[in-house]
């Protein structure tokens, strides 16, 4: 296929390297510059596909914006950002107005699951949308789990599972300080829970960064205030209370108050400790 | 080991079968009048070990008082209900002027992984404590964290792992009726979540309680009152705030004032359908 990628950042770049090892010819783009070893010389009127691996809803929006008129009818965008269900269908408007398909496709996984071809991707969309974007998710993904014809339904499983994620890493910052207080050091915690009924994936990938004292953001902050924000934004129309997610998104909040916004989201453990007057490893006590 | 069990629920009677099956001569006790096949009859001063597999400090303080002046030196109490660090220092201190040994060991795993001698044991004691618990800690653990010789640490590493597990039970609850708000079926729910980063253990164990409909009591409503409330016991007067923990904390007293309190844990959904207005796998809509 001949694709395009919009977003080079550790997903994208890691998502359009899989897409050219498995023989695509991808272009790819990035506001800051950020070019792509391997990449082949197209415009969109050539491109199939679209994948779209940008931050937010206003990014994806502004690349739509620029490309739309440019793509070919039965070409597919594959929008990758964690947007609102209502955004996403928004967008599939627009797409559908000039007839391209679009496939609402948020991804988990992180940069070396990108990286590797191994990402999942919570998708939903016509069936030719699927169709036209298949060869692009089987060179991306390890699993497409297919949520179904409507678009929204993909944005509406990735904020779920994003309330759930989110959680779980406030909870083990909150965890793992309360262990502190009573004596029990964050090596010891992840040598205990992992091996319990209390663990969570979170958990054992985030607890690391607290134990090492090492906030280079893999995810940051700000992304939990934007995705829990989504959350937010779904459930409080509809009177729906989320009161674990709200407690989580609180510390996140509290974290961006402390200027850690842009540090790895296993900072909102500074949260915690600083309350409870604890000091983590690799700060000053 | 000549030993006795105190508590003959589903969690002591797998661990008493599992130290008669190793060999050792057990004695069985319970108010309930439950009996323990293959049973040996021993009197307390004829053991070397009495382990403790109540419900909470109330009952363990009970069986101590009428066990201890019948225990002789030298013989080891192995502790196994969640309990407050300071009310294991309290008893540990009792003991130690009889003579007696104190293992503050609290258990983790349920009933399956007890009756095959597969508990994980959360243990703090003296060296001497830990010798004399031995034989019996192999019978009935697969894994003793041993948690140092400062009787209380067993008892506080269970309570943040008590906070963990409870706090993902109800962040299980709340993201599955999240979902069904937004069309996500709870089949449909743990067919993904378990693929992706947004897991617990938690949440695979007891997901599939509510999307069966099933409360049946494994672990009910009401122990998380108890556990969580030891937690917050030791966290308040210590000026440390716990806002995942007290979010669930919230939730498992709704499901009590709903009437819930003897039903499985996962019921803690109920309380969030209700709010949500969704009607649970099993419930009238």
New interface residues.
């Given amino acids: 296929m001949k694709l395009g990628v919009w977003g080079l950042g550790s997903m994208g770049s890691g998502m359009a390297q899989s897409l050219i090892r498995t023989g695509h010819s991808v272009a790819g783009f990035d506001p800051r510059g950020v070019t792509l070893d391997g990449a082949a010389d197209l415009v969109p009127s050539e491109m199939e596909a679209a994948i779209v691996v940008v931050l937010n809803a206003a990014q994806t929006e502004a690349v739509l914006a620029e490309i739309l008129p440019q793509l070919t009818q039965g070409a597919v965008v594959v929008a990758c950002a964690t947007v609102p269900?209502d955004f996403a269908r928004a967008m599939a408007d627009d797409c559908a107005a000039r007839g391209v398909h679009y496939l609402d496709a948020p991804i988990?996984?992180?940069a070396a699951r990108a990286a590797a071809g191994d990402l999942?991707i919570?998708a939903s969309g016509s069936a030719a949308a699927f169709a036209a974007a298949r060869p692009a998710l089987d060179a991306m993904a390890r699993?497409v789990?297919e949520?179904g014809d409507?678009v929204g339904?993909g944005s509406?499983?990735k904020?779920?599972?994003?309330?759930?994620?989110g959680?779980?890493i406030?909870?083990?910052a909150?965890?793992m300080v309360?262990?502190m207080?009573?004596?029990?050091d964050p090596e010891?915690?992840l040598?205990?829970?992992p091996?319990?009924?209390?663990?969570?994936?979170?958990?054992e990938?985030r607890g690391p960064h607290v134990r090492d004292g090492d906030y280079t953001p893999r995810s940051a902050v700000d992304i939990w205030i934007k995705d829990l924000g989504i959350?937010a934004d779904?459930?409080a129309p509809?009177?729906?209370?989320?009161?674990?997610?709200?407690?989580?998104l609180?510390?996140f909040r509290r974290a961006v108050e402390m200027g850690l916004g842009g540090e790895d989201d296993a900072a909102i453990a500074k949260v915690?400790a600083a309350?409870?007057?604890v000091a983590l490893p690799g700060e000053a006590s």
Same sequence: chains 1, 2.
């Fill in positions: 269900p988990s996984g992180g999942s919570m699993t789990f949520m409507a339904a509406a499983m904020a779920v599972h994003q309330v759930l994620a959680t779980h406030a909870t083990m909150e965890a309360f262990g207080t009573q004596g029990i010891r915690f040598e205990v829970i091996q319990c009924g209390g663990t969570s994936w979170m958990l990938n959350a779904i459930a509809a009177g729906i209370d989320l009161p674990m997610m709200q407690a989580a609180d510390g915690y309350q409870a007057g």
